[in-house]
């Protein structure tokens, strides 16, 4: 009975399997299909290009305006701002609007915002998130759209699936009931939980996309920096990163990422406003306002396999895992001790209750006056120097799913 159960739910986990490989075989030969025939999309695209997502209420066609926008990869505002951009910001949305717009509203205030290119990646798709980042005037922006959104796939992988197992089932019992993935729960027994995975999906999947297929950045040689929603940046965010470049040029050619914001109170910011510091990089430290070479992104994407199956729902532990485990050299970050990134956001991926975005409005302007007299330091300072070592954290579970596993290798492979 068990074995018989055990043999068709492997029969249906490939046939999934299947269906997804076969949906990223199809966004790969439009990809190339579209080349052959256009040669390369025009990156000062004309406003017919941009592709409006069909909110009409069926699923079938929000998709494929999905499909088509990330295919179309229409750049707003390109005509007013020509030329190649001096700095990509990558921002993955979900849907907290009201912190989106304190974020832009920051990226307006920052000087030379016109030299930026902004790719908003979204995992949800919503009238009223398109209408607010398609209002921005001030720089370039370009949206892209994960296609594996759960919203895309309410009642399949990836998706929660109704024959999927109950998260807390013990495994004898769901190989009993012969729920999909009894197999495979994760390290703590648990069975997964699509809005839990969709995050370290949607992660994986836009630092590929970014890299390999977004035309804008054809040429582009500098980092990119990767933040959220809840993020909102400094005045001179700009002015600090070029800084931090010339720095590592001059000081620290081994250092592999940036790390332009940390999570330590703004009190002591007119004292650490130009100071830098070199260390290894901890996930829980360095993860806001990471900003990645293309270098480094391809080092990365020789690990998929180690990220795509190690057990934890965290894009950034998952990363802490690669650092002296699959890339042998424990990665090195050069630090900004002052942050140039506020946090806003209270409300995590499991917090639902006393989520107030006025809250966040209110941190700002408090933020804002305690840092105003120490913006635009002339030069920075190394104050401290500390060599990388591998730390080794316990995984938190969340990604036991060989489904998940399967998908996040798929977005690293040129099918």
């Known amino acids: 009975m068990r074995f018989r159960l055990a043999k068709k739910n492997l029969l249906v986990l490939l046939g999934i399997s299947f269906v997804v490989w076969t949906l990223l075989v199809s966004t790969s030969v439009l990809s190339v299909s579209e080349n052959s025939t256009s040669n390369q999309i025009d990156k000062g695209a004309h406003s017919s290009d941009l592709v409006k997502l069909d909110f009409s209420g069926s699923l079938s066609k929000l998709t494929k305006s999905v499909y088509r926008s990330n295919f179309k990869q229409h750049v707003l505002n390109a005509e007013r701002f020509p030329g190649e951009p001096q700095l990509v910001l990558v921002v993955q949305v979900h849907n907290r609007p009201e912190y989106l717009q304190l974020l832009i509203y920051s990226l307006e205030k920052a000087a030379e915002v016109h030299r930026f290119l902004i790719i908003f990646s979204h995992d949800y798709f919503s009238e009223e998130i398109n209408t607010i980042v398609q209002g921005i005037t001030f720089c370039k922006v370009l949206q892209i759209y994960f296609p594996f959104s759960t919203q895309l796939y309410p009642k399949e992988f990836p998706g929660q699936d109704s024959r999927d197992c109950p998260r807390d089932i013990a495994k004898d019992e769901a190989i009993e009931l012969g729920c999909l993935n009894a197999e495979h729960p994760d390290s703590y027994g648990h069975y997964r939980e699509a ?221």
């Open 195 to 415: 809005d839990v995975t969709q995050t370290k999906h949607h992660w994986w999947w836009k630092l590929h996309f970014v890299w390999e297929r977004v035309q804008a950045m054809q040429g582009y040689s500098g980092f990119v920096v990767f933040l959220e929603e809840e993020n909102y940046i400094l005045p001179d965010f700009f002015q600090f990163y070029k800084s931090m470049i010339e720095f590592r040029e001059n000081n620290c050619l081994d250092c592999d990422f940036l790390s332009l914001g940390n999570h330590n109170d703004f009190k002591d910011f007119p004292t650490l406003s130009n100071k830098l510091l070199t260390t290894g990089w901890m996930s829980v430290k360095h993860s806001l306002g990471i900003a990645i070479s293309r270098e480094m992104y391809y080092k990365m994407m020789g690990c998929s396999n180690d990220f795509c199956t190690y057990d934890d729902y965290n894009w950034h532990w998952t990363l802490q895992h690669l650092s002296g485990n699959c890339i042998s050299k424990p990665f090195k970050v050069l630090v900004a001790q002052g942050s140039r990134i506020l946090h806003t956001g209270e409300c995590g991926l499991r917090q639902k209750q006393n989520c107030r975005p006025e809250w966040a409005s209110q941190r700002v302007e408090e933020v804002l006056k305690m840092v105003k007299d120490s913006l635009f330091p002339p030069s920075l300072v190394l104050t401290s120097s500390e060599e990388p070592r591998s730390k080794k954290l316990r995984n938190n579970g969340g990604w036991g799913d060989v489904r998940d596993h399967r998908l996040c290798n798929n977005y690293a492979k040129r099918l």
